[in-house]
């Protein structure tokens, strides 16, 4: 019996995923989804999560047949594949989280007036709130001006929770198509194959399901970033800088990609001025424009001071989180529970301060040939110290690490969180407290990932290309090919 060829492989198992979503994805109540028989039973709701499970691992084993031939030397049409692979996902409710109602009810609070940095969705009613997570009822919002600015228009057309759901989703599309316009420009200018790097970002399942299936504002704010990049690559630094304000205000780590437009500015790391001046030029513009953005929607930089809201989630993928949920448990068990809640909060501010810190030092001292990495590392830290992390921020570092020449370790390590992370995506908020769900969808995950752990091993990094150059040659990568890269060039891990 002859196996599907893995394009069919994904789109079957894309369509699966969306048709899975209907029975367990959060959705208004007033929604004729909501009363769909799968979801009056737990039965039903774990036939939901198995397909959803089995999508997933299709999806996830088509992508990597696909990237063993890319990386033999197989030339797809990525871009077609990724389209075909997201279409199933475009009219789904949104996947494994509830983030898009709450942009839907913030785009409403500013239609009505409200201050979304003041109040939160619980100032309103009716059926814009009724799939919003409680945990985000009374916070004000987190994200900067233009998805807010955006909603609010979207608000005063319609208040239909799901129409206005899928508006953001339009958001996370348009975010798609700048990654896939820039990576492939950055990689060149990298010297790395850029249909490698287009598989390994754009093709990439968490970048369909997270991305776009739960319609994070997150991939706007990337794509802008990556965006960023490859306009500061011909030489473009005032644009440049002014798309990565443009990136910060949908939300903040966007601006770090300033990081990589330094290094194009004043290539040589060893001149520490020089690069403290390159930084500094294009961090104001960035600030300037980040500000001239929150005027012009009449949004204001109220959200600023909210940045301290997705802490509230004590999320395990943070590494100052588990150390300092361990050290408070410790103190809670010897009886000191005052000590033991400023531990936490110490231990979570060196986090965020050490972030800083490597910010700074990649900032200053990164070669121009280390831009991309540096702004992936930053990225990273950024996630893995930061008050919190969900699963999607993995996604802020991918297209910088993915065009960083990754050697096996690296490219196995992108490949494997990216598969985990796919998979286990049902694993999320909605299932909280929900006992048997959670022991069902962990056992399936385990069996899917641990069925495709093998075929890692079958993944080889391609050697940088000899061929693939910019059709015209611009000055800044003219600079990149003269500055010698700081080892002999062998492949970075």
């Not at 079957?12 to 209907?22: C, E, N, P, R």
């Not at 004729?32 to 997933?56: E, I, N, Q, Y």
């Not at 500000?291 to 909210?306: Q, Y």
Request: proline letters at 8%; charged letters at 10%; aromatic letters at 6%.
């Amino acid at each position: 019996m002859r196996v599907p060829s893995p394009w069919v492989r994904g789109v079957v198992g894309s369509w699966v995923v969306a048709a899975s979503a209907l029975a367990t994805s959060v959705v208004p109540q007033s929604s004729w989804m909501a009363a769909m028989p799968l979801r009056d039973s737990l039965a039903g709701r774990m036939t939901g999560l198995t397909f959803l499970v089995f999508g997933l691992g299709l999806m996830v084993w088509a992508w990597l047949e696909v990237g063993r031939e890319v990386l033999a030397g197989v030339r797809h049409r990525l871009i077609r594949m990724t389209v075909l692979w997201s279409l199933p996902l475009l009219l789904a409710p949104p996947l494994f989280s509830r983030d898009a109602w709450s942009y839907a009810a913030q785009g409403a609070l500013v239609a009505k007036g409200f201050d979304p940095y003041t109040v939160g969705p619980a100032a309103l009613s009716g059926r814009v709130v009724e799939a919003v997570d409680p945990m985000w009822m009374n916070t004000p919002a987190p994200y900067g001006p233009i998805p807010l600015a955006y909603g609010g228009l979207a608000a005063q057309v319609t208040d239909n929770p799901y129409v206005l759901m899928l508006a953001h989703r339009g958001l996370a599309l348009l975010g798609i198509v700048l990654i896939a316009w820039a990576v492939p420009k950055i990689a060149v200018a990298c010297r790395v194959d850029p249909s490698v790097a287009t598989w390994l970002v754009v093709a990439n399942p968490v970048l369909i399901t997270h991305g776009l299936g739960a319609a994070h504002n997150d991939v706007l704010m990337l794509g802008l970033a990556c965006s960023a990049f490859a306009v500061a690559l011909t030489g473009r630094w005032g644009t440049a800088a002014v798309i990565a304000g443009t990136a910060a205000a949908v939300k903040a780590p966007g601006g770090l990609v300033v990081i990589a437009i330094a290094a194009v500015m004043s290539p040589l790391a060893g001149r520490a001025l020089q690069r403290l001046a390159s930084l500094a030029i294009a961090g104001v513009v960035s600030v300037l424009t980040l500000v001239t953005v929150g005027e012009l929607t009449g949004i204001g930089s109220g959200w600023l001071n909210a940045l301290d809201v997705p802490g509230l989630v004590m999320s395990p993928l943070s590494i100052a989180n588990l150390i300092g949920l361990g050290t408070s448990g410790v103190l809670n068990w010897l009886g000191a529970e005052d000590a033991a809640q400023q531990a936490l909060q110490l231990i979570r501010l060196l986090g965020i301060l050490t972030a800083l810190g490597l910010i700074a030092v990649l900032g200053l001292r990164s070669h121009i040939h280390q831009a991309a990495r540096a702004v992936g590392v930053a990225m990273l830290a950024v996630v893995l110290l930061g008050p919190t992390a969900h699963d999607w921020y993995f996604l802020w570092c991918l297209p910088f690490l993915a065009v960083a020449r990754p050697g096996r370790r690296l490219m196995t390590a992108l490949v494997g969180v990216s598969m985990i992370l796919t998979i286990a995506a049902p694993l999320n908020s909605s299932l909280r407290g929900a006992v048997i769900p959670i022991l069902v969808t962990t056992s399936l995950v385990l069996v899917v990932v641990g069925t495709l752990l093998g075929r890692l091993r079958t993944l080889q990094p391609a050697r940088a290309p000899r061929s693939p150059r910019p059709a015209v040659p611009d000055a800044a990568l003219s600079a990149v090919a003269a500055v010698p890269p700081p080892h002999p060039h062998p492949q970075q891990s």
